[in-house]
């Protein structure tokens, strides 16, 4: 941490003022480095009501409803595109309501998708398929699977048609700008050098490895995890299995595979710590258990001949007691890791945004003060629905670890014969369905929370506001 005194501050320190209900008395750079910085000058700098750091789901929605709605905001993502490997893919109902409710959703799925309703468990009698959501009561009775990085650049897309939005790709986040104890936006670097931003509220979404909740000095509360994820790719055929989100358990394995189109990605769920012994037995080895468990798929794994192409996924269950500090809150996984157990990650950051926008987008639209007791409200909203999640999922990975990866012989894990009856109760599979579609207390775009700020051909525009 240095302090930076900044001379002529008198007249930012009236325009920001306004939104702070602390005294501004300095300037503070809270820096990831103790290294010497190059100064970044005023020239350089620009000014926002909202800066957005992460364009994932949360920072990218977020940004977007906030646009929406006249808010003046700047989102920040560190990387040049969005392709990334270690991202999920599914949209469960939740998600897809929201963005029906912004007139989205239609649009959305005329994108490369494909939606899952049936899942295959397997039985003492051979596998049994039910359709998990065939009692859900929503228009969208399924889970959409969608590469992300698809998802991200329809959603900033929409956000370019806002004059008040800003996206800065390439912004590498290396200090937090505080006056009073108070932050006011982020210095960052990108091609052509430093910049800063200066903004009313900083939104820090940047995702598991969160360097915002880095520099701001927050510690995660975590849960030891059994379990990790080895994660990779195999070719896709024509031939291959008809299913967008397959599922193979046995022989100590349970495998998921991802139906990307051009390519099958693949999660092998290991015992926690595990990867050392299985690359100790060797790629041979792996490659026969894997082909043992999904035979399907035995040619192509043959296309793993080094490690590199399978890198591991350390699984992380951990939440922030605390999500908010003066001028700065953080919301989805910079806030809360998920497992990637249910696929619920990407639903809880959109909810977040939803959140985040119905408290504070119209205050930052009007200039109001953003307090402490405002970025509290936002915590308390999301909080109880993400430690429900967090708890199914740590049940449900003891679960795996303790009924799957520990079994013994091929085809050793099955569901017993007595589930399989209620596997075709619509009734009963309504509820653990609708917990994982919406999860508790699921929230809504606000009546109210009317487009300030219309885009040219705004497919809301010709709606009356409900």
Sequence with gaps: MRVRPRPAVGARTALFGRFVDRPLTQEMVVSASAEPRERIEATEAGETACCVVGGGPAGAMLALLLARQGVEVTLLEAHKDFERDFRGDTLHASAMEILDEIGLADRLLELRHAKVRHFTVPTRDGPFAFDLFAGLKTRFPYIVVMAQSRFLEFVTKEAKRYPNFRLVMGARVEELIEEGGVVLGVGYRERKGPREVRATLTVGADGRFSKVRRIAGFEPIKKSSPIDVLWFRV??????????????????????????????????????????????AGLDMLRRSLAAVAPEWADRFGELKEWKQIPVLSVEISRLKRWYRPGLLLIGDAAHVMSPLGGVGINYAIQD???????????????????????????????????????????????????????????????????????RNRRLLAIPARFLSFGLLPPHVEVGKATVTQAADDPLSSRSPG
């Design 353 to 423: 945004a939803v959140v985040a926008s119905n408290v504070l987008g119209e205050k930052l639209a009007a200039g109001e003060l953003i307090r402490e007791r405002d970025l509290a409200e936002v915590q308390g909203r999301r909080e109880l629905p993400t430690r429900a999640i967090q708890a199914f999922q740590a049940l449900g990975q003891r679960g795996v670890a303790s009924g799957v990866l520990r079994s013994e012989g091929e085809g050793a894990f099955a569901v017993p014969r007595f589930a399989v009856p209620l596997l």
């Design 235 to 280: 070719s896709r055929r024509e031939d291959d299995p008809k299913e967008a989100l397959a599922a193979r358990v046995g022989g100590g394995l349970f495998m998921v595979f991802i139906d990307r189109f051009d390519y099958w990605q693949v999660g092998c769920t290991i015992v926690k710590g595990g990867y050392k012994e299985v690359r100790a």
